[in-house]
């Protein structure tokens, strides 16, 4: 079993920065990838981005990409989303969330902390 903290939301400026934490706790050497996730209101979830727990290979949303960067510090088992260029489109609770060699993909998830970018 894993759990997730979530910290770093806030209100924001367009066009100013950002940086997301989660740190995991737990049964650390499940987890199989973790990444973020934002749904804003009355929309579906969406990736954000993603990265493996093996090589580190990264994934991110078109929306987000030369903006955002995901990176992780194995040592204190914490990713982060690192966001610049924050646009108000870019307004939603955004989810840490980590993925399970026995359990599946997603399979764990943060609180959600709430990201919100002003005109």
């Known amino acids: 079993q894993v759990q997730l903290v979530e910290s770093g939301g806030g209100l924001v400026q367009a066009g100013g920065s950002l940086r997301l934490s989660c740190a995991a706790s737990?049964?650390?050497?499940?987890?199989?990838?973790m990444g973020w996730f934002r749904q804003a209101p009355g929309k579906q979830r969406e990736l954000v981005a993603h990265?493996?727990?093996?090589?580190?290979?990264?994934t991110y949303a078109d929306s987000v990409k030369g903006r955002f960067t995901i990176s992780r510090d194995s040592a204190k088992n914490t990713v982060y989303l690192q966001m610049n260029s924050l646009k108000p489109e870019d307004t939603a609770v955004y989810y840490c969330?980590?993925?399970?060699?026995?359990?599946?993909?997603?399979?764990?998830w943060g609180q959600g902390t709430q990201v919100t970018v002003s005109s």
């Open positions: 969330n980590a993925g399970s060699y026995g359990g599946g993909p997603y399979h764990y």
């Open positions: 737990g049964t650390i050497f499940s987890i199989s990838a």
């Open positions: 990265i493996t727990s093996g090589n580190g290979r990264t």
